[in-house]
């Protein structure tokens, strides 16, 4: 069966200091790979998508970048992290065409506070 | 982005029937209707999807409206462990994003 593997569960970091976060997935092959966040009290967002190995779309532009530099792990980072870089990360994987008709599956997040 | 709406809120006693409404009068064609859910401090967690027709699977059924303008999430009979938020979303062709909006709060009492 797949498996989804997120770490650490929780995080506190000063500002400006570095951020990475890692995703990894098992039992699969090829999966779409997704980072969201979500914002104290806010609904989700998509911050970058993966089709495969070395392609990233990032549908915000912000502090934030995304790697993928294997077939089942997705990296989150950041040089310098803000304030408003707060909130509750979480990777996602689907198999199949797209979320559009396949599931979403979720990781159990990286609660990350900036302070 | 495709719109949903959903009731902010809702209570339901354990071991009864759960309808939870969408509304997307502006769904397209070929958006499909998702509903996730999430548990306190967890990820979200796929429940079900359909494109016109009802669906059933071991978590949930999914009525669909005749025009699609509306569906309703149904649990049939609830338990302490589907207190959640629930969040319904279209999905478009062509995009990876799923939009999720502030879902409906489900209280289930003992």
């Known amino acids: 069966s797949q498996t989804i593997h997120q770490w650490p569960a929780t995080l506190v970091q000063p500002v400006g200091s570095p951020l990475s976060l890692e995703c990894t997935v098992e039992?699969?092959?090829?999966?779409?790979l997704y980072w969201y966040r979500q914002a104290a009290g806010r609904g989700l967002q998509l911050l970058f998508y993966s089709v495969g190995i070395g392609q990233i779309s990032s549908e915000v532009p912000q502090n934030l970048s995304a790697s993928r530099p294997q077939d089942r792990q997705f990296i989150l980072s950041s040089k310098k992290l803000l304030l408003s870089d707060s909130g509750f990360y979480l990777c996602?994987?689907?198999?199949?065409?797209?979320?559009?008709?396949?599931?979403?599956?979720f990781g159990n997040g990286t609660r990350l506070t900036v302070t | 982005d495709a719109k949903t709406t959903q009731p902010n809120s809702m209570e339901s006693n354990e071991e009864e029937p759960v309808h939870l409404p969408c509304n997307h009068s502006t769904i397209s064609g070929t958006d499909y209707i998702h509903w996730y859910r999430q548990l306190p401090s967890q990820g979200p967690e796929y429940v079900i999807h359909g494109l016109t027709s009802n669906v059933n699977n071991r978590m949930a059924s999914l009525a669909i409206a005749e025009d699609r303008k509306s569906s309703t999430l149904i649990l049939h009979r609830a338990t302490l462990r589907d207190a959640a938020v629930y969040y319904c979303i279209l999905a478009q062709g062509g995009s990876e994003k799923l939009v999720f909006g502030k879902g409906t709060k489900l209280t289930v009492n003992p």
């Open positions: 039992g699969t092959s090829n999966p779409n």
């Open positions: 996602a994987w689907s198999v199949g065409l797209s979320v559009w008709v396949s599931p979403l599956h």
